[in-house]
């Protein structure tokens, strides 16, 4: 009988605290209701009162211009960002997902997500330079000059899987108030493509391995050139960041874009790297498509992944440099400035 009562007593204590749930969750979702109402209406009239600011002479911008900057930064970058309007969700996320909402209540929870990103774009920029480096070691000195195609075929299936995390990623910083610009996502849609592509492409071996293979072993120097742009490249835009934050010029979900604020010296190593990547991928993709229009190489895959490679050369050239600035939308490349250098005060 003890067991029976103590049964019921867990059943009644179950049924309590599910009622007690539903309770706090009906007056949570009705409170969140009413804090999203008011910072819409707050944010709507931020975005009024900058507009008169900017339209009336009669009164003196600057200060009032710097209030409502101030404003504006503890709305969109402190715990009441999580109830303004977030930007719908891509098609990617939608596709993987569903309709599922991927934007965290938290703003620790956001912050988590964006460390969580750079680690990831850190760790394959590693692996970015060490397979393709892997792969040429056991070519020249393991496979006598030829280079299977698993190993190769393994690559590419991971330059698909990494292109897609990177995508899936930062669909969802986005989502939660990255500053993320639309065609870097399209950038990377594009390079899961031709991953995709370059799957279907069959690497030949003997005979003549050396002249048939010369396309993939160029274009595995191209990747470990890549992976060492990468690395100063990430070292470059966190150091830009983190100066832009303390700036209040950047909000702290953001990651790549703005000013820079990149150490003495760095850029002259960084600029160069960066564009003598890009005319070395052009080259690639004329040297292939020459083979493919005197017929030494038929494949489609080569023309197709090569014509891109010539035309969309792999990126804009000097990823992280450029930035659309100003209302015009212009391409500008971040001027090294000193003004940035020193220590911000807190």
């Known amino acids: 009988m003890e067991v029976e009562e103590e049964v019921k007593q867990i059943i009644d204590e179950v049924k309590e605290l599910h009622d007690s749930a539903a309770s706090f969750i009906s007056s949570s979702s009705q409170q969140e209701l009413s804090l ?7 944010d709507s009239s931020i975005r009024r009162l900058h507009s008169t600011i900017v339209s009336n002479k009669n009164l003196d911008p600057k200060l009032l211009e710097e209030d409502l900057h101030r404003a504006r930064c503890m709305l969109v970058d402190g715990e009441t960002s999580s109830f303004l309007p977030s930007k ?10 569903g309709p599922v909402n991927v934007r965290a209540l938290r703003k620790d929870v956001q ?9 990831y774009r850190d760790k394959t920029a590693l692996l970015f330079l060490f397979f393709p480096a892997t792969l040429l070691i056991l070519r020249s000195y393991y496979w006598g000059g030829c280079l299977p195609a698993f190993p190769v075929q393994l690559y590419e299936a991971w330059l698909l899987f990494l292109y897609a995390g990177l995508a899936m990623r930062e669909n969802i910083l986005r989502a939660n108030g990255s500053d993320i610009r639309p065609w ?8 899961m493509a031709m991953a ?6 069959e690497i030949k071996g003997q005979p003549n391995c050396v002249q048939k293979q010369r ?18 490249q990430n070292r470059y835009q966190r150091q830009r960041l983190y100066t832009r934050i303390a700036l209040g010029k950047a909000k702290r979900m953001d990651v ?3 000013e820079t604020a990149g150490v003495d010296g760095q850029l002259w190593l960084l600029c160069p790297i960066l564009f003598i990547l890009q005319v070395f991928e052009a080259y690639v993709g004329l040297l292939l498509l020459r083979k493919t229009v005197t017929g030494v190489v038929n494949e489609w895959q080569v023309y ?4 891109r490679g010539i035309v969309f050369n792999g990126s804009i050239p000097g990823d992280g440099l450029w930035d659309s600035s100003g209302s015009d939308g212009s391409w500008e490349l971040h001027k090294y400035s000193r003004d940035t250098d020193g220590k911000v005060k807190s």
């Open 256 to 258: 790549v874009w703005g």
């Open 304 to 307: 197709f992944s090569h014509s």
């Open 36 to 42: 999203r109402q008011k910072a819409s209406a707050v």
């Open 111 to 119: 912050l988590k997500v964006k460390e969580e990103y750079n680690r």
């Open 196 to 201: 995709l592509v370059s799957l279907t492409w």
């Open 215 to 232: 396309g993939v072993h160029l274009f595995l120097q191209w990747a470990m050139m890549q992976g060492v742009a990468m690395l100063l």
């Open 184 to 191: 870097w996502l399209y950038h990377h849609y594009c390079a």
């Open 88 to 97: 719908p969700q891509g098609r990617f996320v939608r596709m993987f997902c």
